[in-house]
């Protein structure tokens, strides 16, 4: 679920091949890198894949409009994490104030990858992935974002606490909470 440990090594290095060398495989390779992360964050916040798909390549458009400064960003993926988010609380203030709605329910974004077991097994493995799945999905809003950006994109805590304005501590609560309910609602199953 989290990226290798040179993710931020990786990204630096398109960051800088595309700002300083006008390279345009490495924006490519960056958008391709880091979309899924940043389709999935904004999902969360917006409920609806399209307009996700469409903030996320706004915020990539803006930064090709804006590559000769990206060089200067200290961390890319966190910059382009608060970018989504920001565009994306944006447009949930204009749909809001405009009475636009969507119909898209989310679909749990934490998979489980299931080896080639006895069928018996694979039953077993698919209940305790949907039970998972639904545990996840009960945590409150604010919780569930935690635990999303720092267990399925793989941030640290104090990059999830950068995108979300709040204090590592909070962060560092929030995931135990997560954790408590999640592991809760597994043994309330009779999963744990």
């Known amino acids: 679920m989290s990226k290798p440990a040179d993710t931020n090594s990786t990204i630096y290095e398109l960051q800088q091949s595309f700002a300083l060398s006008n390279d345009t495989k490495a924006f490519e390779k960056l958008y391709l890198f880091l979309y899924k992360d940043l389709h999935r964050f904004a999902f969360s916040i917006i409920k609806s894949r399209h307009i996700a798909e469409e903030i996320v390549s706004d915020v990539f458009v803006q930064l ?15 910059f382009l994490y608060v970018a989504v988010k920001n565009l994306s609380l944006t447009y949930l203030y204009k749909a809001k104030k405009q009475k636009v709605c969507w119909i898209e329910e989310y679909a749990g974004g934490t998979e489980i990858q299931l080896k080639s077991v006895a069928s ?19 945590l409150p809003d604010k919780c569930k974002a935690i635990f999303k950006l720092v267990k399925e994109d ?9 995108i979300l304005n709040l204090s590592v501590k909070t962060i560092e609560n ?17 999963y744990a």
Do not use: F
């Open 120 to 138: 018996d097994e694979l039953l077993i493995a698919k209940e305790v992935a949907e039970a998972l799945q639904k545990a996840i999905r009960n």
């Open 154 to 162: 793989g941030l640290k805590y104090a990059e999830a606490a950068s």
């Open 174 to 190: 929030q995931m135990g909470i997560a954790l408590k309910k999640i592991a809760g609602s597994l043994k309330q199953n009779n």
């Open 64 to 78: 090709w409009k804006k590559k000769e400064s990206v060089a200067e960003i200290n961390n890319l993926r966190v």
